[in-house]
């Protein structure tokens, strides 16, 4: 079929070169065949008219993402294929099909080649996550290849679309159910048990990509005091808990995460756990700290999803790491994260140095994070690189 064609200026060509999926609108020099509507497939090439790539087109700074570099026909088999490869993947890394855990990131955007699509599994139940146009015309055709690529293990899909798709698009998204009907939100995790609320939960209704460094922290909890601060459902906390830890508390603004990581707790220990869950502000909480803490785990919301407030959320990092370092005990162990995609792991780095240097602690680094394999991270896209974290050990 004959596509509008999208021409790019002289020398903004060399980042397609080098298969980087996104086309930003100052890189545009003009259009043929028309203009093209939200969401529309089209063709991309060069100041000399060479073919580029097709992509899905967007009102705003991404003005269109790259999922195919070759000229192809795009049909439900295109899509089918790339559902494939990301299925494989994770059968091979020993995601699907791993008795030990039933949930997991399916589709991880520019990561598996196709941006603006995120799908997360939880135990049945596929939550779909559009971030485009584009994606989002296309999924029913989602729902369509996910039941005929899993089969029985699928029980629903659950549409997550409504808060993340661009505001300048003339559309009114509703989250609801494409596929199935709500099932049980329990899923097992190494042996912990969470029970999910994708349908009222941040984010698909649980972080996912921090169960290996969750694995990593009951390494070091075991007989400890371990503070879990921007907690959310209380991923840490179960893992320090069913690890032995001497006591747990969990802090999160929301009244509605700390209920969840209360209740994630109890499925797990039942009533008596020792544990204890705060609604409040983390640096209020830091203000009127009931202890000081062998193990502090920091795992707040993005600071900076653009490069215009970066340096505000640099002096955010700054800000809570300094008060964490402050109230560790000597010898402690702290985990710190940064989910900002517009934060370098070395700017991350920078910040978690000026907090110690302002606390006047010794730190030492024991491991640097990142996102698990089923988030994986394309080479062309450092982008997808969001997760960063360091465990540093404090004297």
Known sequence: MERIKVMLKSGKDSSLRRYHPWVFSGAIKKMYGGDPSEGEIVAVCDNKDEFLGLGHY???????????????????????????????????????????????????????????????????????????????????????ILKELLGDDLKAVYNKSEATLPHKADIQPE?????????????????HEFNIDWEKGQKTGFFIDQRENRKLLAHYSKNKKVCNVFGYTGGFSVYALKAGAELVHSVDSSKLATSLTNENVELNFGKDAPHEGFAMDAFDFFDNAPEKYDVIILDPPAFAKHQKVLHNALQGYKRIN?????????????????????????????????AAANAKRSVKILHQLTQPVDHPVNIYHPESEYLKGLVVHVE
């Open 322 to 354: 300094q008060r964490a370092l402050e109230q560790i005990k000597p010898g402690g162990i702290l985990f710190t994260f940064s989910c900002s995609q517009a934060v370098s792991k070395e700017n991350f780095r920078k910040s978690v140095f000026v």
């Open 175 to 191: 989250d609801g159910y494409l596929f199935g009907e709500s099932s049980t939100g329990v899923v097992d995790e190494y042996s």
């Open 58 to 144: 967007q009102i705003g700074s991404i003005a269109i993402r790259v999922f195919s570099f070759n000229d192809v026909e795009i049909n439900h088999d295109f899509w089918k294929t790339k559902f494939e490869r990301a299925i494989a993947y994770r059968k091979q890394m020993g995601i699907i099909g791993n008795k030990e855990t039933n949930v997991y990131r399916l589709i991880h955007a520019e990561g598996d080649d196709m941006p603006g699509l995120i799908i997360d599994y939880y135990n049945g139940t596929a939550v779909m996550q559009t971030h485009s146009i584009g994606m989002h015309l296309l999924r029913n055709t989602f729902v369509e």
